[in-house]
């Protein structure tokens, strides 16, 4: 088992260590991870309080169980640094994450803009549309905001259907509330982001998955 660190926002690792982790992984939630990241195994060059900033950084686990013949080890595990704590007279930092899930329960589903949340055009209307249709618009609208970006890959799937939501900007309701409700929903879609190491490997990146 490895840890990788990096940018949340652009998913490129900036620190490889060994160390011990744990995590937990399911449909339709975020998960957690905690991992203990001894600081005698930290190269010099890294600076662990900057590489583990709460909400800037991401922690990622490795693991060398992969079918991948050609490098041994896929990603597991991988999501935003929330908590980072270092127990006094330890040698030792602890890491906690959750899934990618909980950046949308941080974000009001709301189209952002030059107007406020009270404002009709931040009002989030959808028509036509599947549930898996809706979860993915809302997904969209969570990430169209100024530095929302995020190095996520979105499914090519057909939304069309004959439902119709409205989700008011007036709400201040979190995106990862609306699509926890739309799974509850008779025949609501089972999602996951699930983490993977980039082409070039330099990376990471999470693909959103339907059910």
């Known amino acids: 088992m490895r840890l990788l660190l990096g940018h949340l926002r652009t998913g490129d690792i900036v620190a490889e260590l060994d160390g011990q982790a744990d995590y937990t992984d399911q449909l339709s939630a975020a998960g957690s991870a905690r991992a203990t990241i001894a600081l005698d195994a930290v190269p ?9 900033t709460p909400w800037r950084h991401y922690l990622a686990i490795t693991s060398d169980t992969s079918t991948d013949t050609a490098t041994g080890e896929t990603v597991v595990w991988a999501g935003p640094i929330v908590p980072r704590r270092r127990a006094p007279n330890t040698s030792a930092v602890e890491v906690s994450a959750s899934g ?65 939501r409205r989700y008011y900007g007036h709400e201040l309701a979190p995106a990862g509330e609306r699509l926890k409700q739309l799974t509850a929903d008779e025949n609501g879609p089972d999602l996951h982001f699930h983490p993977r190491y980039r082409p070039d490997r330099s990376g990471i990146e999470w693909v959103f998955r339907v059910g």
């Open 44 to 52: 010099p060059e890294v600076d662990i309080r900057a590489v583990t």
């Open 100 to 164: 990618l899930w909980a950046v949308f329960d941080r974000r009001v589903l709301a189209r952002l803009g030059d107007w406020a949340y009270t404002d009709p055009q931040a009002d989030v209307i959808l028509t036509y549309r599947s549930l898996p249709g809706v979860a993915l618009d809302i997904v969209q609208v969570a990430l169209d905001r100024p530095h929302g970006e995020l190095p996520l890959v979105l499914p090519r799937l057909n939304t069309s259907g004959d439902l119709e």
